[in-house]
Nanobody, 128 residues
Framework: QVQLVESGGGSVQTGGSLRLSCTAS????????MAWFRQAAGKEREGVAA????????FYADSVKGRFTISRDDSKNTMSLQMNSLKPEDTAMYYC?????????????????????WGQGTQVTVSS
């Protein structure tokens, strides 16, 4: 059974940093296509960053480019999201997502419908 377990998150002030991690289990050997999404209260879920656990191209939403960095730890099957220069508008529930084993996104690495497996979410709150 494929599972995603998130860690990290919390509360920081504007300009602060946080690091989120997502560990995938049940995938076996090989690169996986994973991403981070977020959903603020009253808003739709949006893609933040996406990448491959085996390395390669990464994708970012315009709103986080230059501030967020997605990275991987192949030995631990983990993908992390380093968030710097946080703003109040970054406040949201953050979710880790992955495409089912053996597949990857078709058209939109940051599209919600591309992903099959979701973590439980972790809250990020940025105060001004």
């Amino acid at each position: 059974q494929v599972q995603l377990v998130e860690s990290g998150g919390g509360s920081v002030q504007t300009g602060g940093s946080l690091r989120l991690s997502c560990t995938a289990s049940g995938y076996g050997y090989g690169s996986h296509c994973m991403a981070w999404f977020r959903q603020a209260a009253g808003k739709e879920r949006e893609g933040v960053a996406a990448g491959y656990t085996g390395g390669g191209q990464t994708f970012y939403a315009d709103s986080v480019k230059g501030r967020f960095t997605i990275s991987r730890d192949d030995s631990k099957n983990t993908m992390s999201l380093q968030m710097n220069s946080l703003k109040p508008e970054d406040t949201a529930m953050y979710y880790c997502a992955a495409v089912r084993p053996g597949y990857c996104w078709i058209n939109a690495p940051l599209g919600v419908t591309e992903y099959d497996v979701w973590g439980q979410g972790t809250q990020v709150t940025v105060s001004s």
